[in-house]
């Protein structure tokens, strides 16, 4: 085994970054945000540009990213390093392996952090099919932030100041508003979703501060994988095991001495 290991060691290696890398992209990704042009469209509500947005992450370029966090702040070309957690969550809020953590529901909620997530890819789909729609895009950008606005209110991500439906209502002329009603029934059907089929979305949390500052973090985003990008990690899996197996079958099948 150690002469084919030494006179193929170049073949081994390559078969098995193919392994390691499929696994690697899917715990971090790089991020950037924007596409130098610009991170979204025309569509502001006060001081707001409402989703979706565009961002790079893990090579990927994508028009549809959604922002689930109300508090923090980005600009076009910000870049960061995020931890990547597939949807729907199989694991309890203790032992998601993200840092720092995702949105949780606050103390003595019925909801679970699955539930929860549930519902954000469930707002989170229905802008993707509303993307011509600037007044339903604001209104389910709203929906969404104060989804998790209101869960995380005591928790981990606990946020501070004029919640958005405030913001939301200052800007278009009251809670009697037909914006903000229409706000009110994306997170009244939102809601109701905790049972949402939530495969095929990504939760990008951030994992730090963005690049090159000290203070600035950035937004957690959603973005949808793919379909090409799971057929890839799929086929750089069936390379690595077929180039194994080239590798050993002489060994693995020679005739016992």
């Known amino acids: 085994m150690n002469s084919l290991l030494q006179k193929n060691w170049y073949l081994t290696v390559v ?6 890398s499929a696994g690697l992209a899917q715990t971090t990704t790089n991020v950037t945000f924007g596409s ?6 025309s569509n502001i509500v006060g001081s707001y540009y409402v989703d979706p947005y565009s961002l790079t992450y893990g090579g990927v370029y994508t028009t549809y990213a959604i922002c689930d966090d109300w508090t923090n702040e980005v600009s076009d070309g910000e870049k960061w390093t995020a931890n990547v957690t597939q949807l ?6 203790s ?5 720092p953590p995702l949105f949780s529901p606050p103390t003595g909620s019925a909801l ?10 469930y707002l989170a789909s229905q802008l993707v099919l509303n993307v011509n729609n600037q007044t339903k895009e604001a209104e389910i950008s709203f929906a ?7 869960q995380d209110i005591d928790g981990p991500n606990a946020q501070t100041g004029n919640d958005p439906f405030t913001y939301l209502s200052g ?8 914006e903000y009603l229409g706000a009110e029934g994306y997170l009244t059907a939102a809601e109701a979703e905790s049972g949402y089929n939530s495969s095929g979305w990504e939760v990008l949390t951030p994992a730090g501060t963005s690049e090159g500052t000290t203070s600035s973090y950035p937004q957690e985003m959603l973005v949808h994988t793919p379909e090409s990008s799971s057929v890839v990690m799929l086929s750089a899996d069936i390379f690595g095991l077929l180039g194994l197996v080239f590798l050993f079958r002489r060994r693995l099948f020679r005739p016992i001495q």
């Open 15 to 20: 078969a098995l970054l193919l392994f390691t």
């Open 36 to 41: 130098g042009v610009g991170a979204g469209g």
């Open 88 to 93: 729907p969550l199989t694991t309890s809020p």
């Open 95 to 99: 032992s998601v392996n993200v840092n």
């Open 112 to 121: 679970t952090q699955t539930e929860l997530y549930n519902e954000v890819a």
């Open 144 to 150: 969404l932030w104060e989804l998790t606005y209101q």
């Open 171 to 178: 800007e278009v002329g009251g809670t009697s508003s037909s």
